[in-house]
């Protein structure tokens, strides 16, 4: 089993900054990417936005309305995943979920996703 846990979520003013963490743990073979979704407050889940991403290589991709402001970064050898944000908006407001995509526990296996249980982020005005 396979368990994401997320923390560093809070309130902020428009303009500050945040700094998300993740960490997986479990029998892990390994993860292909691992990055930061959001859902915004009355969205529901299948709604979920991508925000960023990054790779076991350290490609990172991000979200159009973030980039430039946030900042995906991953320790492989921990399997955890940070997200920065600065120069947060009101419209970031929103549960962030840790997902970990192309799990393999087995070097055969499945490979699966896995999300944590989310963090609020809400940016005030």
């Not at 973030?66 to 600065?86: H, P």
């Not at 393999?104 to 944590?116: F, I, Q």
């Amino acid at each position: 089993q396979v368990q994401l846990v997320e923390s560093g979520g809070g309130l902020v003013e428009a303009g500050g900054s945040l700094r998300l963490s993740c960490a997986a743990s479990g029998s892990i073979k390994s993860i292909s990417r691992l990055g930061w979704w959001r859902q915004a407050p009355g969205k529901p889940w299948n709604q979920r936005e991508f925000v960023a991403g990054v790779t076991t290589a350290g490609d990172a991709a991000y979200a159009i309305s973030v980039k430039g402001r946030f900042t995906v970064s991953r320790d492989n050898a921990k399997n955890t995943v940070e997200l920065q944000m600065n120069s947060l908006k009101p419209e970031d407001t929103a549960v962030y979920y840790c997902k970990a995509e192309y799990v393999r526990l087995t070097t055969w296996g499945p490979e699966l996703d896995y999300w944590g249980q989310g963090t609020q982020v809400t940016v005030s005005s």
